[in-house]
């Protein structure tokens, strides 16, 4: 699918992995709907310097179902071509030291919020026989790693929406692309040693730089690719998980330690 010209509404792209798909969309002449919790001149300014045919902000936290109700409503006559939700909460750590507060934001937001903005924006599409869903999952739906318990559920639901959402969508013109992503250098990626690192050995994390993994998205966009895997270390690991578990599962524990 085209990026030039088109209708991009992108969540959380504030900082991190949206931020540089943002700012990618932006060099490739798309018009921008910045969809983040606060409004940003100094983010306008960037992206409309970066190339941008135009850009429009909207504030809304995901957090509460009631604001993208609204949002909703308010956004009733916009038609969207790509519509990529990406904001996402990390949790994680022995499940019992997970706080439910904390369980409840995160799949409000990376699961909840996610649904409900697709539920909102794609009857508009199918209407207009043309668009794409991207939504964010990560290498973690597929891979189960012991402290990722309730992240990776989220996880995993996204994977599973997305796929269901993919075989419906079939003839109406309106693509899905699911993003199984690995490690990004990123705010969220930094906090994993600090939920993570107690009980698992993370010495084998290798990050990736945000602006080459916002060429990959890029690329699959394009592409028209359907799920976005990754490559390398992360890509055999998410074939283990798949193909060989008990293996994965093994080599997972000789790291992890209660
Ligand atoms: N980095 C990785 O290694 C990695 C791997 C796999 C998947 N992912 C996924 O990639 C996506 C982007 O993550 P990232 O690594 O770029 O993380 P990040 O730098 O922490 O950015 C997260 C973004 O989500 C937004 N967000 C969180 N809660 C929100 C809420 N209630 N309402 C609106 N926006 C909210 C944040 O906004 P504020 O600044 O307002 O908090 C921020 O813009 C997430 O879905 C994440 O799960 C990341």
């Not at 992206?47 to 429009?56: D, E, I």
């Amino acid at each position: 699918m085209e990026i030039r010209g088109s209708q991009v509404m992108i969540t959380g792209c504030n900082r991190g992995i949206g931020k540089a798909v943002a700012l990618m969309a932006a060099a490739d002449g798309a018009h921008l709907h910045v969809v983040n919790r606060k409004s940003d001149p100094e983010l306008l300014n960037e992206l409309t310097n970066a190339g941008a045919a135009s850009v429009t902000f909207y504030s809304l936290d995901l957090g509460r179902k009631e604001n993208i109700d609204q949002f909703l409503k308010e956004t009733q006559n916009l038609q969207i071509d790509i519509l990529f939700n990406n904001a996402g909460l990390l949790t994680g750590g022995l499940l019992e030291n997970q706080t439910v507060d904390e369980i409840y934001a995160m799949l409000q937001v990376n699961v909840n919020a996610l649904i409900h903005l697709t539920h909102g924006f794609l009857p508009r599409m199918i209407a207009a026989k043309k668009g794409k869903i991207i939504n964010h999952a990560s290498v973690t739906g597929v891979m189960h790693f012991p402290c990722a318990t309730t992240y990776a559920a989220s996880k995993a639901a996204v994977i599973a929406f997305t796929d269901s959402l993919r075989v419906e969508l079939k003839g109406t013109g309106v693509t899905t692309l699911v993003l199984v992503t690995p490690g990004i250098e990123t705010d969220m990626y930094k906090d994993i040693p600090n939920r993570y690192g107690k009980n698992i050995d993370l010495t084998f994390m290798k990050g990736m730089p945000t602006k080459k993994y916002a060429q990959m998205i890029r690329e699959a966009i394009l592409e028209d690719l359907d799920v976005l895997k990754p490559q390398g270390f992360s890509g055999v690991g998410v074939l283990m998980a798949q193909h060989a578990p008990k293996l994965f599962e093994s080599l997972v524990l000789k790291r992890f330690q209660r």
